[in-house]
């Protein structure tokens, strides 16, 4: 037998907080082997398949030798300037494809890597919270320290900038913020990226702007880029992915796209690490990239008809939350007499309904639950149904 030192695992990993999605995922597990037919509403995973003009781009590309080799680091030409192109015609926001635009194998995998190209161990990272797990994560393995920014109602979940520390923010590097925002489902407006854009260039941040739920919208009303305010490619770059939009979260494809210094310093470190997004899903990820509008009108109105279902639903019930205005999540409050997790391991053991206990995105998360409609209308009113006679 080896030691037991063999299998230690390194302070950074042991580091990392408790997944408490792990114990949720059990739960589910043994509610479905005793039988419980599970709604479950907690995976943030489009249920609708990629839109059928885009697999067949996928099938076309495949047969093509020229891309069964590596592809090149940055990503195609072709594929760098279709994603140009997008942001200019979704956001009138000009980039430069050469320099101004990288391939990601999903925004997962940028965010997660990109703290390490300039982060010095000790620097300070902003990172909202409850949010996506990857920013405190990866700014944990880079050596840094996450300086948590609260999200809370009374702000519209938005960051506040003047509660944070002058001696913070002097030693802060960079900034993540997330809009349309997961888990919150709120989306910001000009002045706030303003304030960013105020606050970053006066003590040298570097932001990231998560805009992952950019076009999943409600209502017509289009979110904004971070790309489109004035002086946002001076002090950052924005992350941006075809999972959720084109419903391709298996595909892994994303990209980062703004200020050339940090694409190219995201640029450096993935070319140590990984080969690129292979050159049959960047051709395919060209052709989704010009999806006509009509494709994702639809998948929008599915995604609004069931946030309709279950916003009246939920709120007829007393449940408190907002009407989400993007994204494909609900943040509702929890009801008296319930804390996060005990809210969902109640709903889950008495209808058999499975939501997100808030608080595994972040402590100022307790109190909350994330629905996500990733189930039909049907079965999102069958949830409905089954919450309102366990309340
Ligand atoms: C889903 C999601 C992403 C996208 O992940 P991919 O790696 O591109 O699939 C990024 N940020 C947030 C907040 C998300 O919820």
Redesign the pocket.
């Known amino acids: 037998m080896k030691p037991k030192v063999f299998v230690e695992m390194a302070s950074r990993v042991k580091n990392l907080p408790p997944y408490l999605f792990a114990s949720i995922d059990k739960m589910k597990q043994e509610a479905r082997a005793r039988g419980v037919d599970v709604i479950d509403m907690s995976i943030?995973?489009p249920d609708l398949p990629t839109p059928s003009h885009i697999v067949e781009a996928m099938k076309r590309a495949v047969e093509k030798p020229e891309h069964h080799r590596y592809p090149s680091y940055e990503g195609m030409l072709s594929f760098r300037q279709a994603v140009a192109d997008w942001y200019r015609r979704r956001f009138g926001a000009s980039l430069d494809p050469k320099t101004e635009v990288l391939s990601?194998?999903?925004?997962?995998?940028?965010?997660g890597h990109l703290p390490l190209a300039f982060v010095e161990p000790g620097d300070t990272v902003l990172v909202p919270s409850p949010?996506?797990p990857?920013y405190p994560v990866s700014v944990l393995f880079a050596g840094g320290e996450s300086y948590l920014m609260p999200l809370r109602q009374e702000n519209d979940f938005l960051p506040d900038f003047s509660s944070i520390p002058q001696s913070t923010l002097l030693n802060t590097r960079m900034m993540f913020i997330?809009y349309p925002?997961?888990p919150t489902s709120v989306t910001a407006p000009r002045k706030f990226y303003e304030d960013v854009i105020n606050i970053a260039d006066k003590y040298n941040i570097i932001v990231c702007h998560?805009a992952?739920?950019s076009e999943i919208y409600f209502d017509d009303e289009k979110p904004l880029s971070f790309m489109e305010i004035d002086g946002a490619k001076d002090v950052g770059i924005e992350?941006?992915?075809?999972?959720?939009t084109y419903n391709?979260?298996g595909w892994?494809?994303?990209f980062a796209v703004g200020n050339a210094g940090v694409v190219a310093g995201l640029g450096k470190i993935k070319t140590n690490l990984d080969s690129g997004v292979f050159q049959a899903i960047q051709e395919a990820s060209i052709v989704a990239l010009n999806t006509d509008e009509r494709v994702l009108s639809g998948i929008r109105n599915t995604y609004q008809e069931r946030r309709d279902i279950l916003y009246r639903g939920l709120r007829d019930i007393g449940i408190e939350l907002e009407k989400p205005k993007a994204?494909f999540y609900l943040w509702a409050k929890v009801p008296k007499g319930f804390d996060s997790s005990r809210f969902v391991i109640h709903l889950l053991e008495k209808s058999g309904v499975l939501a997100t206990p808030g608080n595994g995105f972040g402590a100022p998360g307790e109190g909350y639950v994330r629905f996500a409609l990733t189930v039909t209308s049907e079965r999102t009113r069958e949830a409905v149904g089954r919450i309102k006679k366990v309340l």
């Not at 992350?239 to 959720?244: A, G, R, T």
């Open positions: 943030g995973d990601l194998i999903g925004s997962k995998e940028g965010i949010g996506y990857v997330n925002n997961n998560d992952a739920y992350f941006h992915s075809l999972s959720k391709m979260t892994r494809i994303g994204s």
